[in-house]
């Protein structure tokens, strides 16, 4: 079966159809609508039903947290789950969304990798989860949200084509018209993937996970260390921040007694210097009992080092702790459930 959500406007002509019915076809998929949902008769879509999904995603499950944020476990046409997050800012809502079902990349902090990597989203199944959501916090026919980020599970560039694709159809004037400006993608740092990704010409944030600032540190809680050196990320990093004139982004997750000391700092001032980035401070969410995470009073005067050393630097805010809003932790609890 075939995703209608994988092409364009422009691109679903080869339906052969008149272009007003391509429209309303389009519009469905924008709207999280099936076929039976449109106005579209019947002698004219049934067809298309047994070649063509239309509506590749259903939520599963809401989780609602005291902040106002939700958590989806949506389920794909194949009985994949996958999570979605819509948080609720000052700034305009924000969606983070998945881009594999699983993850390959072996965080050990991160629950995405729990059951590894089962299949790649297509770029059509990550627009029709956007639409999902959007749909579900407000009129489907219009946009409930500003901002996207590539952070739920799965490694975005480990998927690159159907990203890049992706991000092409969200941003589209007949799609849903995001600034590019208003999106990031976030990377575990596939150093070749980002020389790729910097000639594509897109606007949008570039994300590292960077979590250390020792190779030997990054390999222990990291493994795609083992295939690329902080030096090479830097190096990278440096090349596309001055190429596209952008401000990347340093994602840390303060581990206790791991990567949280002011060597750390020093050293990560050293390697990051003259280099225009951001380093986004995060408290660790434990999904075990094997990492501890450093307090916030800890995590401030971590910041506050990176800063008198001439780095910019914030503490990201947590939201949706209460309903383990953490990257893949709700999908690893029903794993583990139907499991059971």
């Known amino acids: 079966m075939k995703i209608l959500?994988?092409?364009?406007l422009e691109e679903l002509q080869f339906l052969d159809l008149p272009k007003f019915r391509i429209k309303q076809i389009f519009d469905a998929i924008l709207q999280s609508k099936d076929y039976n949902q449109t106005t579209i008769p019947k002698k004219i879509y049934e067809p298309l039903t047994k070649?063509?999904?239309?509506?590749?995603?259903?939520?599963?499950?809401?989780?609602?947290?005291?902040?106002?944020?939700?958590?989806?476990?949506?389920k794909l046409w194949d009985n994949n789950i996958i999570e979605c997050v819509f948080l609720i800012q000052n700034y305009g809502n924000t969606i983070c969304m998945s881009t594999q079902v699983g993850c390959r990349m072996g965080c050990k902090f991160c629950a995405s990798t729990t059951g590894g990597l089962i299949r790649n989203l297509t770029a059509g199944e990550m627009l029709a989860c956007i639409a999902c959501v959007n749909a579900d916090n407000g009129k489907c026919n219009e946009r409930n949200f500003t901002n996207i980020v590539l952070m739920g599970s799965g490694e975005p560039f480990d998927n690159y084509d159907n990203v890049v694709k992706f991000l092409r159809l969200v941003t589209s004037k007949e799609g849903f018209n995001v600034s590019e400006r208003n999106i990031s993608v976030s990377t575990?740092?596939?150093?070749?993937?980002?020389?790729?990704?910097?000639?594509?010409n897109l606007n949008v944030t570039l994300c590292v996970s960077l979590h250390a600032s020792t190779d030997s540190i990054r390999k222990n809680i990291m493994p795609i260390a083992n295939a690329f050196s902080i030096n090479?990320?830097?190096?990278?990093?440096?090349?596309?921040?001055?190429?596209?004139?952008?401000?990347?982004?340093?994602?840390?997750?303060?581990?206790?007694g791991v990567n949280d000391s002011f060597e750390d700092c020093k050293?990560?001032?050293?390697?990051?210097?003259?280099?225009?980035?951001?380093?986004?401070?995060i408290c660790l969410n434990p999904k075990d009992n094997l990492l501890q995470a450093t307090t916030k009073k800890e995590a401030y005067a971590f910041i506050n080092k990176l800063q008198s050393l001439g780095i910019s630097a914030s503490l990201r805010r947590s939201q949706g702790a209460d309903i383990q809003g953490?990257?893949?932790?709700?999908?690893?609890k029903r794993l583990k459930e139907q499991n059971n």
């Open 326 to 332: 953490a990257c893949g932790q709700l999908r690893a």
């Open 267 to 281: 050293r990560l001032s050293e390697l990051f210097k003259g280099i225009n980035c951001h380093f986004n401070i």
């Open 232 to 256: 090479e990320i830097v190096k990278a990093l440096k090349i596309y921040s001055e190429t596209t004139k952008r401000r990347v982004v340093l994602e840390y997750c303060l581990i206790k």
């Open 188 to 200: 575990c740092g596939i150093v070749d993937k980002i020389y790729d990704f910097m000639k594509e």
């Open 5 to 8: 959500a994988d092409y364009s």
């Open 51 to 74: 070649e063509y999904i239309l509506h590749p995603v259903d939520i599963f499950e809401i989780y609602k947290s005291s902040d106002g944020t939700k958590k989806y476990l949506l």
